[in-house]
């Protein structure tokens, strides 16, 4: 099946620094990809839609300049998380599908994002 | 507008009891529906999903879910608990770009 691998899996770090994410589809080309945010106890909210080649579309209240979303080729999608403060712990998870409206999503694995 | 109501944050069975997960949307479209698991610090996994065609629908670990257009539900079962599926279960329906619009999860516990 589908392979969506996330990397890492946990990170810790201080306030103000910057955190990139990686999604890799390990054996099929994703042209979209999508970012999720998940708190303790609650579902999956979509942050944004990254399509190759092309610009992010961001959900609204999600802001672009915070969340950094690179998506350079058909196998890789990052989220970069600038200056990072505690209200920015979560649990970041990506997905993603062959083509736009394709289904399933294949999700990875998440990444725990800690902000001391 | 899509979306998904769980009834149910949490939902207790003892090992062997009949699993049944509330689902219920609201699309207006001609739903994709499915239906995730999530264990502790791991991402989703998909259980089954519902496209078009037969109206129940099998997935994996023995679990199936029946797509009733009248009801606008999507309840997941499994006849018979076992430990290991104790974990959050979410249902998602899906927009024609692909969106998924998911529940705010159910809390399965087994208890042995």
């Known amino acids: 099946g589908a392979v969506v691998s996330q990397h890492p899996s946990r990170v810790i770090c201080k306030s103000g620094t910057s955190v990139k994410i990686e999604c890799r589809s390990l054996d099929f080309q994703a042209t979209t990809m999508f970012w999720y945010r998940q708190f303790p106890k609650q579902s999956l909210m979509l942050m944004a839609t990254s399509n190759e080649g092309s610009k992010a579309t961001y959900e609204q209240g999600v802001e672009k300049d915070k969340f950094l979303i690179n998506h350079a080729s058909l196998t890789l999608s990052t989220l970069t998380v600038t200056s990072a403060h505690p209200e920015d712990s979560s649990f970041y998870i990506c997905?993603?599908?062959?083509?736009?409206?394709?289904?399933?999503?294949?999700f990875g694995d998440g990444t725990r994002l800690s902000i001391l | 507008a899509q979306s998904v109501t769980q009834l149910g944050s949490h939902v207790s069975v003892s090992e062997g009891a009949l699993v049944l997960l509330r689902c219920n949307y609201s699309?207006?479209?001609?739903?994709?529906l499915f239906w995730y698991v999530q264990y502790p610090n791991q991402g989703l996994q998909l259980l089954l999903k519902?496209?078009?065609?037969?109206?129940l629908v099998k997935g994996i670990n023995g679990f199936e879910a029946e797509f009733k257009k009248s009801e606008t539900s999507f309840h997941l079962t499994k006849p018979s608990a076992h430990m290991s599926d104790a974990a959050e279960y979410f249902c998602a329906v899906s927009s024609t770009l692909g969106r998924l619009y998911f529940g705010r999860g159910t809390q399965l516990t087994v208890w042995p």
């Open positions: 997905s993603a599908t062959l083509k736009p409206g394709d289904q399933p999503q294949h």
């Open positions: 699309s207006s479209v001609p739903p994709y």
């Open positions: 519902y496209t078009t065609g037969a109206t």
